[in-house]
């Protein structure tokens, strides 16, 4: 047992009094601003301790889930990854790139070689030693031409991939990339045992603070404690159970009666109740999430950019914010760069509900005649279809004629998503902007669901992700941001917050707004009281 752990210990047991506790961790050299989660600084915050169950409520199952990294596609696959496997690399709650399964990484000159030195002595849940030959499989697991994973637009900068001795590996560049590091904290590059493949990967081996001990896909998850986990004060819950509620009552109801401790997606419109409810917190985060609607270009009419304008004068956003967030966010420019994030072209002009302009758009297009389907459930976010309906109703003004179509909410994901022409969809949003970017608007890349490609927002793509002088790459950025809002096929109606709720038995530090459920971490930052 470390002196950290047995002072907790001591303090739990109250063999010792929080002044006693507080002197005891400076002696350490542990103070406030270095661990805040020891601190009661916050009506949440309490002195981590292990034990409990945690029993997660959460959208977007969907019975086509996989524990494939390549694939993950919901919140509920995307949260159970991270239960049970690492990164090298972490995000943590200031959006900065700290160290997981690496140590430590450095680039050369130019940025476009970058190594990074592994931990050693990490186990796998079968037992077996990380070294450079599993990072250098995981990597290569979304860079093969088969794969269709969506990390494969964010890595295919990298060149060649080589290990120098069982704890160091390089990777070399294209082109220079001074944000590298982030890339690698991507929720789809968890690392898991070289060899992987087909059905295996559903057993879930990783090095991460649980171990999977059942896999229901659309249904539950079950995990127990990693007896070994190498992460010192994190993973405290005996197990976890990560159970799959899409229906948003259904939700509330569990976490109200107890069955369930933590929800995601509150419903907002009865979120002020929620508040008096004794023995629930609810929590709101501003980071990068945003809602979209977006439009395939390469499927008419959406190729056609005045459609695209028009449908984006059409779309009254501050309604939206106001009826189906309740005020929890702010309105998008039809760009996904969040208001959070360091190069937000905050400048830019903000777009707003235009009637007229948006009739003048569509008669141009020759389309007022045309039925514009608009596909949406609640899977895709809460109050999705609501908001469908809206914008409907908001087009109309227009002389534009939208059909809300309604799909199921199981295997939305898979069978609606870049599948239809015209849907609704959520993204958690990115750390960094080149990570956003080249995820879902780069030209090739696989969640890319517009499927626009613009020849100037790709050079500048490049550009910017190899430029080291700070303002060259703010302009770049912004530059891209504009060319987005005025050609892409992304509606960005609005940015959310992460509205989340859980019982007031559970403790935790900072929360990470990187993506929902304390950047997907819940399960190993946050313990019970």
Not at 18 to 33: H, V, Y
Not at 118 to 124: A, S
Not at 483 to 489: A, F, K, M, Q, V
Request: hydrophobic residues 40%; glycine residues 8%.
């Amino acid at each position: 047992m470390t002196d950290l752990s047995l002072l907790t210990q001591m303090f739990n047991e109250k063999t010792i009094n929080r002044r006693q506790f507080i002197k005891g961790l400076s002696a350490l050299g542990i103070t406030a601003a270095m661990s805040p989660a020891l601190f009661a600084g916050t009506a949440h915050a309490s002195v981590p301790k292990k034990g409990g169950l945690l029993r997660i409520g959460i959208t977007g199952g969907s019975t086509t889930d996989s524990m494939d990294p390549a694939t993950l596609t919901s919140n509920m696959n995307q949260n159970v990854n991270w239960q049970i496997r690492n990164n090298l690399v972490e995000i943590d709650h200031n959006f900065k790139a700290i160290p997981e399964l690496a140590e430590s990484w450095g680039a050369a000159p130019g940025a476009k070689v970058w190594t990074f030195k592994l931990r050693k002595g990490i186990e796998f849940h079968n037992g077996k030693t990380m070294t450079s030959e599993d990072v250098i499989y995981s990597i290569n697991h979304h860079l093969s031409k088969e794969s269709k994973s969506a990390a494969k637009g964010i890595l295919k900068s990298i060149t060649n991939i080589k290990a120098d001795g069982k704890y160091e590996v390089i990777f070399e560049l294209s082109g220079g990339s001074a944000d590298f590091p982030f890339i690698l904290g991507d929720y789809h590059l968890t690392i898991c045992p070289a060899g992987t493949k087909g059905a295996e990967w559903e057993k879930g081996i990783g090095t991460g603070g649980y171990i999977l001990e059942k896999w229901e896909p659309g249904v539950r998850a079950h995990s127990r404690r990693n007896p070994n986990y190498w992460k010192e004060g994190r993973a405290h819950f005996d197990e976890i159970e990560t159970l799959s509620i899409v229906d948003t009552n259904a939700r509330t109801n569990a976490l109200k009666t107890g069955q369930i401790d933590y929800m995601d997606r509150v419903e907002l419109k009865t979120v002020n109740l929620m508040k008096k409810v004794p023995g629930i917190n609810v929590d709101a985060t501003t980071g990068t999430a945003h809602y979209t609607m977006p439009m395939m270009v390469d499927q008419k009419p959406y190729g056609d950019n005045n459609v695209r304008m028009a449908l984006k004068l059409a779309v009254d956003r501050e309604a939206l914010v106001k009826q189906i967030l309740r005020g929890y966010g702010s309105v998008g420019n039809d760009h996904p760069i969040a208001p959070v994030q360091q190069f937000c072209a905050k400048g830019l002009e903000q777009r707003k509900y235009d009637p007229e302009k948006a009739k003048f758009y569509m008669k141009k297009a020759g389309m007022l005649d045309h039925v514009f389907n608009l596909h949406a459930a609640d899977a895709a976010f809460s109050g999705a279809v609501d908001a469908a309906i809206l914008m409907k109703e908001h087009a109309k003004k227009a002389g534009i004629n939208i059909n809300v179509v309604r799909e199921p909410d199981d295997g939305y994901w898979s069978n609606v998503w870049m599948k239809k022409e015209w849907c609704m969809c959520y993204w958690g949003g990115r750390a960094i902007e080149d990570m956003m970017f080249s995820t879902a608007y780069s030209d090739g890349a696989p969640w890319n669901d517009t499927h626009w490609k613009n020849k100037r927002f790709n050079e500048l793509l490049i550009s910017a992700r190899g430029e080291l002088d700070t303002e060259k790459r703010r302009k770049m950025y912004y530059d891209m941001q504009e060319i987005c809002r005025n050609d892409s096929g992304t509606v960005v109606p609005m940015f959310n917050q992460m509205v989340e709720a859980s019982s007031d038995k559970l403790g935790h530090g900072p929360i990470s707004a990187a993506m929902a459920l304390d950047g997907m971490r819940v399960g190993e930052r946050w313990w019970r009281k």
